[in-house]
């Protein structure tokens, strides 16, 4: 059975770093593209970050410059390098593998495959 597995998540000051970690296991992600979504209190599930198979990178308009997204094929890890954090970062942070859809799918109904999410809190 697959599963996705996150850590990292903290409470951290604004304009700290994070990194957040996805492990997957079950079966081989390698060929499929990985995001980084998040969902706020009272909010909808949004994305960050997507890669795909061949290292192609999409960012929302909010962390473009700030996050960076990567992964390490040999392992089945995703990562999500968070700088300059700001409040409005605050939340809970979700891995996901599509195995649906190529290149880089950007809302939640195209990915089948997440992870229970890692919160992260970012203070004033």
């Known amino acids: 059975q697959e599963h996705l597995v996150e850590s990292g998540g903290r409470l951290v000051q604004a304009g700290d770093s994070l990194r957040l970690s996805c492990a997957t296991s079950?079966?081989?992600?390698?060929?499929?593209?990985m995001a980084w979504f998040r969902q706020a209190p009272g909010k909808k599930r949004e994305s960050v970050a997507v890669?795909?198979?061949?290292?192609?990178?999409y960012y929302a308009d909010p962390v473009k410059g700030r996050f960076t997204i990567s992964r390490d094929n040999a392992k089945t890890t995703v990562y999500l390098q968070m700088n300059s954090l700001k409040p409005e970062d605050t939340a809970v942070y979700y891995c996901?593998?599509?195995?649906?859809?190529?290149?880089?799918?950007?809302?939640?109904?195209?990915?089948?495959?997440w992870g229970q999410g890692t919160q992260v809190t970012v203070s004033s």
């Open positions: 996901a593998v599509s195995v649906l859809v190529t290149g880089l799918p950007q809302y939640p109904g195209e990915y089948n495959y």
């Open positions: 890669i795909s198979w061949a290292g192609n990178t």
């Open positions: 079950g079966r081989t992600f390698s060929y499929y593209a």
